[in-house]
């Protein structure tokens, strides 16, 4: 009886390990994927565009709008080149690469700059919603508990992530910016009509 109940113990023991591991290694790297709530704000920011201009303003937020575009189309150039190059040289995950990880920390932090120019332009909604966005992209990069914005972010960063996430995450992502960039090049046009230019 003694016997029997010692390797009921040990087999539950075993169990829970090999459990505890296969969960361990199932675990996705902490990703905060921005580009999902950038397009949104960005598609709120044309839609609303009559619930805050203001003619005296116009000319200063087209040209936030513009700074704006310009280092979300940066980032995602970067992005998309860095991408190409892990493919291209067929790179293994679990080998960190400082420089690259640290550029695009730099290109995102460009665009919070930017996107912070153009919140102080609209409306009180549309500025909170702005101001949201940057505090997620700012915890992500700076945070107590630092993510990534991207698994091409958390595979510079030396984590293990397959090429089918990789793969998956870059051509949703570059999507996703490249929608951003094209929609604020249709605002900008909505402004400088409304502008009479």
């Known amino acids: 009886m003694k016997l029997r109940k010692v390797l009921t113990v040990s087999a539950l023991c075993c169990m829970l390990f090999f459990s505890f591991s296969a969960l361990a290694q199932s675990e996705k790297p902490g990703v905060a994927d921005i580009t999902f709530h950038m397009l949104t704000w960005v598609k709120h920011l044309d839609s609303d565009v009559d ?14 709008l513009e700074s704006l575009k310009q280092e979300l189309d940066n980032y995602r150039k970067a992005r998309k080149t860095l991408s190409d190059s892990l493919f291209r040289n067929n790179i293994a995950p679990g080998k960190k690469d400082d420089y690259n990880l640290e550029a695009l920390k730099v290109r995102m932090s ?43 972010e958390a595979f510079l960063g030396g984590l293990e992530v397959t090429k089918k996430d990789l793969a998956l995450d870059g051509s949703t992502a570059y999507s996703r910016l490249g929608d951003c960039v094209n929609i604020i090049s249709s605002l900008e046009g909505k402004i400088n009509k409304k502008m009479g230019q």
């Open 51 to 64: 619930k805050y201009f203001k003619r005296e303003k116009g000319e200063q937020l087209n040209q936030q």
């Open 110 to 152: 460009a665009v919070m700059e930017k996107l912070r120019g153009v919140t102080d332009l609209v409306n009180p909604a549309l500025q909170a919603e702005g101001d949201k966005l940057n505090e997620e992209i700012y915890n992500a990069l700076y945070g107590d508990q630092p993510k990534y914005l991207s698994y091409l």
